[in-house]
């Protein structure tokens, strides 16, 4: 049987045909085919069929993988786009369990810790700091102070001017900015933060201890 299939085989790549058209009309695996077809000689006519066969189910695999890749866009898009509309208000109580957990991750909150210090590059997250420092921890505005960290000192100005509209603090609240580049990200601009990482701090030691307090609140009731 296998003999009478490879001689078939032989006959078929004789005529110019294609492994995977060879393969849609016997059954045999693709190993037992290359095996037994690696010497048949081809013409150039054939050759230049074959080459042309392969050029074309290459083709219509990147056109598959693009077409999976946009409807896994589209699809993720759509399930955000749901996701999103569940979230309808926030009440004071989620502000202040979402900002006290937001903390909890990004602040500073060390045992040596003496003010308030919150940093992220992220400007929704800054901007939902804000709001709960202000309506839950009633934190006036002339009590912030902000400081930026960037990667070029070139971009201080225009990284205090966004951060300064993003938060509403004013300019001339922001203290001196600092460079710092992490490892990582050395020689790697496209890994560099376009506006910087930007600290909101609030020197109050009795806010920071309520801080504490309302993090450990919730590690209590977990």
């Known amino acids: 049987m296998k003999s009478e299939e490879k001689n078939r085989a032989v006959e078929l790549r004789k005529t110019g045909l294609t492994y995977n058209e060879i393969l849609s009309m016997l059954p045999v695996s693709k190993g037992s ?68 957990a937001l903390y909890w991750a990004e602040g500073y909150k060390t045992s040596r810790a003496k003010q308030v210090d919150f940093a992220n590059s992220d400007p929704a997250m ?25 990667h070029d000192m070139r971009t201080v100005q225009r990284a205090i001017k966004f951060w300064s509209l993003t938060t509403g603090i004013p300019v001339k609240q922001f203290t001196k900015s600092y460079i710092r580049v992490s490892p990582s990200s050395k020689k790697k601009v496209e890994n560099y933060l376009p506006h910087g990482v930007c600290h909101i701090r609030i020197s109050d030691t009795n806010l920071l201890a309520k801080i504490k307090g309302w993090i450990l609140g919730i590690s209590v009731a977990l």
């Open 33 to 100: 085919l290359s095996y037994w077809l690696h010497d048949v000689v081809l013409t150039d006519q054939q050759k230049r069929r074959i080459y042309a066969k392969d050029l074309e189910v290459r083709r219509k695999f990147v056109e598959y993988n693009e077409l999976k890749h946009k409807d896994a866009i589209s699809n993720k898009a759509a399930i955000s786009e749901v996701a999103c509309k569940e979230i309808v208000d926030l009440s004071q109580h989620d502000l202040k369990l979402i900002g006290t």
């Open 126 to 150: 800054i901007k939902l700091i804000m709001r709960w420092f202000r309506e839950i921890c009633c934190v006036s505005d002339d009590r912030f102070r902000a400081r930026i960290q960037v």
